[in-house]
């Protein structure tokens, strides 16, 4: 039977050796593992009564992981696929676990028998143009914190970044003269290059010269009111904050998901509305294969009508075919 002592050498091994050397993860990858492992754990502590110094691996079972993935969709109110984040999370530390703990290979091999929960692809939703530009405005521009949130929100919504790129930019990492570009950090150390727009370049410059710092400065680009590196919750709460306020200029808006992604998925569908092709749109948004870009086709309607409407489909049936060779009559015949 497992002791807290091996429990807490087994998280310190994996998060100090076996991601960082022995994977090669990504800090933001790190970083997710590490609030799913304290999460599991803190859920732990409240099934059993212990202090989490006091949990043994036995603590941290297959009915307790079930448990936990069930808390994280019923009480958390997580999506499948958040549930499914965490649990990839879960079962790579008891990898970990069967191979360096030899005892436990029958707990660890229960865990890793929980299977990914499929999940319905639902509608891409995104923002009109109007809907986009009335959440860009909304922020106050007469405060310090309304010029940051303006930026934010057009930094996402013309680069189209993940939450975790936007936030990992570095004023190093703006090229502000011509050709305007930034360098993005994706997935799986993916890095790419993506162009800046002329009213996103003037935000940008404004809120480095009301910050103080350089261009060629290695600090955060958005940070907090302490000035730390913007979290990914803080992030959020940027959004919903202007999409509570565009709602009351715009009703239809307080209908549409608040997050960040959302202004990810407008410019993905700007882009592609605009005319520019899926493996243009792929490169530009990081995505490994451009069948995850394509969802942004099948999510525009309007493309689609105009499509039926430049077919000429009518709905109506037209004449039967006739063949008019003897060989063929004999066939349709048969």
């Known amino acids: 039977m497992s002791n807290p002592a091996s429990l807490a050498r087994l998280l310190e091994a994996f998060f100090l050796h076996r991601l ?59 999506c499948v696929q958040t549930r499914n984040v965490r649990l990839t ?35 891409t939703c995104y923002l009109s143009r109007r809907e986009l530009a009335a959440l860009i405005d909304a922020p106050d521009q007469q405060t310090p914190r309304g010029r940051r949130d303006r930026a934010l929100l057009l930094f996402l919504a013309r680069t189209g970044a993940r939450v975790s790129e936007a936030l990992d930019v570095d004023a190093s990492d703006l090229q502000l003269d011509r050709p305007r570009q930034v360098l993005l950090r994706g997935k799986g150390r993916k890095q790419r290059m993506v162009p800046l727009a002329d009213d996103l370049t003037k935000a940008l410059e ?26 990914r919750f803080g992030a ?27 202004l990810r998925h407008s410019l993905a569908m700007s882009l592609l509305q605009s005319g520019v092709d899926l493996p243009t749109i792929q490169a530009w948004l990081g ?37 008019t060779d003897e060989v063929l009559r004999l066939l349709e015949r048969i």
């Not at 404004?206 to 979290?231: K, N, Y």
Request: proline share 5%.
């Open 287 to 323: 995505h490994a294969q451009v069948t995850t870009t394509h969802r942004y086709a099948a999510a525009d309607v309007e493309m689609m009508r105009r499509g039926l409407e430049q077919s000429g489909v009518s709905g109506k049936r037209g004449p039967r075919y006739k063949p």
């Open 206 to 231: 404004a809120l480095l010269r009301e910050r103080g710092i350089g261009r060629h400065d290695s600090v955060p680009l958005f940070v907090g009111t302490q000035g730390e590196r913007l979290t």
């Open 89 to 123: 999370a879960i079962r790579s530390f008891f990898h970990h676990v069967a191979v360096n703990d030899p005892a436990s290979i029958g707990l660890a091999q229960r865990v890793l028998a929980i299977p990914i929960k499929r999940s319905d692809t639902g509608v």
């Open 236 to 262: 959020t709460h940027v959004v919903r904050r202007a999409m509570a306020i565009a709602s009351e200029r715009l009703p239809e808006l307080a209908r549409k998901h608040a997050s960040p992604h959302v």
């Open 20 to 78: 960082p050397s022995q994977r090669n993860a990504s800090a933001s990858t790190i970083a997710s593992y590490r609030d799913a492992l304290r999460l599991l754990i803190l859920f732990a502590c409240k099934r059993t009564g212990r202090k989490p110094y006091q949990l043994t691996l036995s603590d941290l079972n297959r009915d307790i992981v079930l448990d936990f993935l069930d808390h994280l969709e019923q009480e958390r109110g997580n």
